[in-house]
């Protein structure tokens, strides 16, 4: 048994698995926010008596002590007005964000947010070492914490500390504009075990701590000069999928796809479109691919619809705020020109939903099209792909998100080429059933094969690879 409030396996995380709400008799509470990495890390968060700390997301200005809920030890860490702004709006998703998607849209650097980002980081790092027990595996996640492992291995040398990264990792001339670089590479390379989703982040890395810190590397190695070596790998992340399956084979979500169907006039063939709306998705540029096919007449709004969830995100950033006017603006143009009575070109919603409206709509959808200009791994890709257990549906897939290296048998799309990708939703939507359902299969099948357990558990067990004495420094 651990001591009460300590525990052998940390998740540190920006975001808690739960949302600080308000209950209907008016008192606060907690609501398990669902996700994947939650599900998938569950089974070993109870076995470990794991616990997890992060932000509860809401702007209380007390730090609420760490309870249990559901089983999981939550470990809550209060963000201020001041570290909200500068940390997380500022430099996690100002800087950081459009950084690492390839400068999709410009990163701002301003050293008041760089401060406050290693400040935020260094109390994750504080809380950690209180809460990891003697040995303990401590799992730190994505771009908001990359110096917790440097900060957290220098007060507990003990702990075996492991890192993920869930957004893409930059090629080198694009990261070595950051004023901080250094900082943030060292900061990674406080970790045993370092994950990325594809090997092409990891190549990126390890070239990177080879030119900027001199390092000596080999392959996915890198040699520290105090004796540590740490390394760089690809663990791409997936979905529970066997939940999904179950989710969209449920009676009730069955029949509220067919209600979706029939409240948008039964079209022959029904596009969709679900993303935070971030500029990195490229909904602007797949709406309109979709808005000329219709204004060419290659597509008619008797027989096509786009549905097009927009979940709302990072609201008080500046270029989420234009994008979502721009959107706006031009759905509001397309269904001005194009629609008509009750046959609107797009059927936009700009608002989230539960996970079973979500598989009602992956259900209802003959055509997802996923058309990030970049992108980590893309779990609504896969999320489509397992809720097709009846080989039905086709998968457009921009070749700059994660998922394009797995699901290889989608229509592969570049979304900055316009007339590519309106050549690839007609492609889709003229698509020979027989040959739809081939490429499905192969999908559901790697995606099945491949889920969010298998991720936790090959990242864990390389974990486990890590020997005790490993933080030490060995000198000979
Ligand atoms: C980052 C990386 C990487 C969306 N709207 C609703 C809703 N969602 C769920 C989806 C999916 C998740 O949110 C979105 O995941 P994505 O992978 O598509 O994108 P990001 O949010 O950008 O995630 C990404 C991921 O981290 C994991 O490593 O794949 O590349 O950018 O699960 O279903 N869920 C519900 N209602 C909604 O309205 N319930």
Redesign the pocket.
């Known amino acids: 048994m651990s001591k009460p409030g300590r525990a052998d396996l940390v998740i540190v995380a920006n975001r808690l698995p739960v949302d600080h709400v308000t209950l209907p008799d008016g008192t606060a509470g907690w609501r398990r926010s669902?996700?994947?990495l939650v599900s998938a890390l569950e089974p070993v968060m109870r076995a470990n008596e794991g616990a997890w700390i992060g932000w509860p997301g809401s702007g209380d200005d007390t730090e609420p002590e760490p309870f249990v809920e559901d089983g999981l030890q939550l470990v809550p860490m209060y963000l201020s007005e001041e570290e909200v702004r500068e940390f997380y709006e500022g430099f996690s998703n100002g800087t950081l964000w459009p950084l690492y998607h390839d400068l999709v849209a410009k990163p701002e650097f301003h050293r008041e947010w760089w401060d406050c980002y290693v400040r935020v980081n260094r109390r994750f790092a504080e809380r950690a070492a209180q809460i990891a027990n003697e040995g303990a595996t401590v799992w730190v996640q994505d771009y908001q914490l990359q110096l917790v492992p440097q900060m957290l291995r220098e007060l507990r040398p003990d702990l075996r500390i492991g890192f993920y990264l869930?957004?893409p990792f930059p090629p080198p001339e694009l990261f070595s504009q950051l004023p901080w670089r250094r900082q943030l590479l060292e900061g990674l390379l406080g970790a045993d075990l370092i994950g990325f989703?594809l090997p092409g982040g990891a190549a990126n890395f390890v070239r990177l701590v080879r030119q900027r810190l001199g390092h000596k590397t080999h392959r996915d190695l890198v040699y520290l000069p105090d004796g540590r070596s740490v390394k760089a790998a690809a663990f791409p992340?997936s979905?529970d999928a066997a939940g999904f399956i179950e989710l969209a084979r449920q009676e009730s979500v069955m029949e509220r796809a067919a209600a979706i169907r029939e409240a948008l006039g039964n079209p022959r063939k029904i596009f969709l479109g679900?993303?935070?709306l971030?500029y990195t998705k490229g909904i602007y540029a797949r709406l309109r691919a979709f808005a000329e096919l219709i204004a060419e007449g290659r597509l008619d709004v008797e027989d096509a619809v786009f549905v097009q969830?927009a979940?709302p995100s990072r609201e008080r950033v500046e270029q989420y705020r234009i994008l979502r006017d721009d959107i706006d603006r031009l759905v509001g143009r397309i269904n001005g020109d194009l629609g008509r009575i009750g046959r609107p070109a797009i059927s936009y919603l700009h608002?989230?939903?539960?996970?079973e409206e979500?598989a009602a709509l992956y259900r209802a959808a003959d055509i997802m099209v996923v058309t990030p200009y970049r992108?980590?791994?893309?779990?609504?890709a896969k999320?489509y792909v397992a809720c097709r257990y009846d080989d039905q549906g086709a998968l457009v897939l921009s070749e700059f998100a994660?998922a394009a290296h797995e699901l290889r048998q989608a229509y592969m799309v570049n979304p900055y080429d316009i007339n590519g990708m309106k050549s690839m939703l007609m492609e889709a939507f003229d698509a020979d059933p027989k040959e739809t359902a081939k490429r499905m299969r192969a999908m559901r099948k790697q995606v099945v094969d491949n889920d969010v357990t298998a991720w936790a558990d090959s990242f864990l067990n390389e974990m486990a690879q890590v020997r005790p004495e490993h933080g030490k420094t060995v000198r000979p």
Request: proline share 7%.
């Open positions: 669902p996700g994947g869930h957004i989703q992340i979905i679900i993303d935070r971030d969830v979940t608002s989230s939903y539960p996970r979500m992108d980590g791994m893309n779990l609504v999320e994660g």
